[in-house]
Every structure is written in structure tokens, then in C-alpha cells.
């Protein structure tokens, strides 16, 4: 069954530092996608950057990676120099590329970046 | 400008009163789902559509209905709404040309069930 974990609730950051968000997942679907949102304490819900369980290379997107281990089933979000405005709930999510397209998110890990 | 809309954003409103939440895009995307978000437990998949007249059970689809007649809306309904109902719902659609097609949510609408 798909199930996505992440066992941060909470993280501190000093500004300027770079931070890693774990994520793992479970699936038996060879085609899937991994996304990282991140929801503001205003409420909506930001893409970020997403991951192909075909590619080859990690994503990068501006300051945010994925550090995708395919083998360990694990994409993790990783944020270099941490800005003020980096303080957040980020959330993991998979979406199966057969039978409907069907998405769970993880719990979510709240991010704090002190200055 | 390309967007998810939902409506009401905010209710407040009592057991067993019927209400509809609705949602609408304008990107001509074939998907369309409804989530709810929990304090620890993340978002949660209510309904899937991947097109007109097609649509699919997710993770918690119990005491709701939807419909979609029309691509661009995607109305939630709660026929007899449960305070176990109170939560953040979350609208958002997506291209289908691949699993990978990031999806755009809505604003969210926060509804309190008394």
C-alpha cells in the first residue's frame, strides 16, 4: 500500500544554513511521482519541486533539491541558504502513475529558520 | 490568471444541514481532487476525477459525495455534515499526461461543523 513518512513534526534552522527534510515512501507502482509543497502560515499550498521515479538525475529547483534514493525509497527535501521566509509546513507527497492517479501526502514537517 | 477557486472559504454551520463546497478552475486540467487537511495527519485524499463523469474514491471518502459534470468544476457535498467533518479542504487540479504533473490547489475552505 503507499504510505508516505515524515518523522520530523519540527525543525530549527539557523538563516543562511542549509536544512534536509526526510521523506520516505512505500509503493509497489514502478511509476510514480514525489512532490514537496509548502504550506505559509497564511494557508495555501506551494509546489515546490517534484521527482519522476524514472529519473535519473536528482531535481533541483533555485535553492531546493531532492535527494532522491531510489533503492532506500527516500526523497528528501533539501533547502540551501534558509531565508526568514523559509519558515513553513513542508510536505512529501506521491502520486501513482497507474490506477487513477490517486495521491497521499505525509504529516508534514514544520520548519523554523531562526536569524 | 490561472487559478483553482473555491467557495465559501470560510462556514460555520450545524450537524446534519447539508451544504456544498464548490470548486472551479480555469486551466482545462482533466483532474480534479478534494482533500482534507488535519492537524497531524496531513492532507488527506477525499474524491479523485480524471475527467468529466469519471471519479474515484480516495483515502477517506465516507459521509461525502462529488460530481463532475463539467471539466472546470469539481463541487464537494456533505449530505449530512458531523463535527468529525470540521477541517480544511483543500480543491486542486492537474494536467493527467503523466503522474508527474504537479497539481495547483485552491485557497481552502476551513469548515466548522457544530
Known amino acids: 500500500a503507499q504510505k508516505i513518512t515524515q518523522t520530523q513534526p519540527g525543525m530549527f534552522v539557523q538563516e543562511k544554513e542549509a536544512v534536509t527534510l526526510d521523506c520516505t515512501y512505500d509503493t509497489s507502482d514502478p511509476s510514480y511521482g514525489l512532490f514537496w509543497y509548502k504550506q505559509p502560515s497564511s494557508g495555501e499550498m506551494i509546489f515546490l519541486i517534484y521527482q519522476g521515479s524514472y529519473d535519473q538525475q536528482n531535481a533541483t529547483e533555485g535553492r531546493y533539491s531532492l535527494n532522491f534514493q531510489k533503492a532506500r525509497k527516500s526523497a528528501n527535501l533539501v533547502i540551501s541558504a534558509s531565508q526568514l521566509g523559509d519558515s513553513a509546513m513542508y510536505f512529501c507527497a506521491m502520486r501513482e502513475g497507474t490506477g487513477g492517479f490517486k495521491t497521499i501526502f505525509g504529516a508534514g514537517t514544520r520548519l523554523f529558520v531562526k536569524a | 490568471e490561472a487559478q483553482v477557486t473555491q467557495n465559501p472559504r470560510y462556514l460555520i454551520t450545524v450537524t446534519g444541514k447539508k451544504l456544498t463546497v464548490t470548486c472551479s478552475q480555469n486551466m482545462n486540467h482533466e483532474y480534479m481532487s478534494w482533500y482534507r487537511q488535519d492537524p497531524g495527519l496531513g492532507l488527506r485524499q477525499i474524491y479523485y476525477s480524471m475527467n468529466v463523469e469519471v471519479t474515484d474514491k480516495g483515502d477517506v471518502p465516507e459521509g461525502y459525495k462529488v460530481s463532475r459534470k463539467e471539466k472546470r468544476n469539481f463541487p464537494l457535498i456533505l449530505e449530512s455534515p458531523s463535527p468529525n467533518q470540521t477541517s480544511l479542504y483543500f480543491c486542486?487540479?492537474?494536467?493527467?499526461?503523466?503522474?508527474?504533473?504537479?497539481?495547483?490547489f485552491g485557497p481552502g475552505t476551513r469548515l466548522t461543523v457544530l
Open positions: 486542486a487540479s492537474s494536467l493527467v499526461s503523466s503522474s508527474y504533473n504537479e497539481q495547483f
